[in-house]
């Protein structure tokens, strides 16, 4: 016989044995139950303990800025080489402006799968072209890269790492967001806080699905698997997690962690 007791953490119902175990999952038949292990809110930023079975699986919507990340690397690296090497700084400077307008790029456009696709088939087609015309003598790529060539792209040292440093302030305050606004997805509902003032948003797990969307594959890679989170629930988008960083990673914990029901300890009077 069961019989129903609202969660203390949760505010939600769940079918509870005559003889729970407390601070455990649903015990698997024939099996004895699994005790979860605590997650950390530091999760957000590193899925570490992937492939445990833990109470719930924090993850935080992330600003744009973390995809800079290439072009605060090639500031700091540039002004090293340019002050330690003798490395072209017109060569450096044209290799810095081409990431930094990479970067741009990443967060003006999305490039879904179908997208990306023909942008790399055209890159290919331009690529072909410019072989062709070489092979006919048609000077065509000898004019580019001499038009290239003529362009006064330099920056001082001191321009490299101040941008550098401009771009790390800047990224190190990003990074401080999603440890006080973050989501922690549990096996009964899901839970949006906001520190210092706790718990702001609460989904039940019943009747809602968890998706994981990639907008732009370029994102994808920045991230390192990362993605869009969506908790739809009877056919709406109730909340969509944006920027996750290793959220390919994130989602086995959580198609492993929504599998299972969490029970509640109830005493016996």
Not at 142 to 169: K, N, Q
Request: with cysteine.
């Amino acid at each position: 016989m069961t019989e129903t007791s609202p969660d203390p953490e949760t505010g939600s119902t769940a079918p509870v044995p005559s003889s729970p175990t407390s601070g455990t999952a649903g015990p698997p038949v024939g099996g004895a139950p699994k005790t979860l292990k605590k997650d950390s809110v530091w999760e957000v930023y590193y899925p570490k303990g992937a492939s445990e079975e833990k109470e719930a699986v924090p993850v935080a919507s992330f600003p744009m800025i973390i995809y800079f990340w290439p072009a605060i690397a090639t500031f700091f690296l540039c002004g090293l080489l340019q002050a330690s090497t003798s490395v072209d700084p017109q060569t450096l400077g044209l290799w810095a402006t081409a990431v930094l307008g990479f970067n741009l790029l990443v967060i003006v456009t999305d490039l879904d799968q179908k997208k990306f696709l023909i942008t790399i088939l055209f890159l290919a087609v331009v690529g072909l072209a410019a072989y062709i015309t070489t092979l006919n003598d048609m000077k065509l790529v000898d004019s580019v890269s001499a038009w290239v060539s003529a362009m006064d792209v330099t920056y001082s040292t001191h321009a490299y790492l101040l941008l550098g440093t401009m771009l790390s302030v800047f990224f190190f305050i990003g990074m401080l967001q999603p440890r006080f606004d973050y989501w922690r997805l549990e096996a009964n509902e899901f839970v949006h806080y906001v520190q210092p003032w706790g718990r702001d948003q609460s989904i039940p797990r019943q009747g809602s699905t968890v998706t994981r969307e990639v907008p732009d594959v370029i994102e994808l890679m920045l991230t390192f698997g990362g993605g869009t989170l969506a908790i739809r629930r009877e056919g709406q988008v109730v909340a969509r997690i944006e920027h996750v960083p290793f959220l390919g990673r994130r989602m086995k914990a959580i198609e492993r962690l929504l599998g299972a029901t969490r029970v509640t300890n109830v005493s016996s009077s």
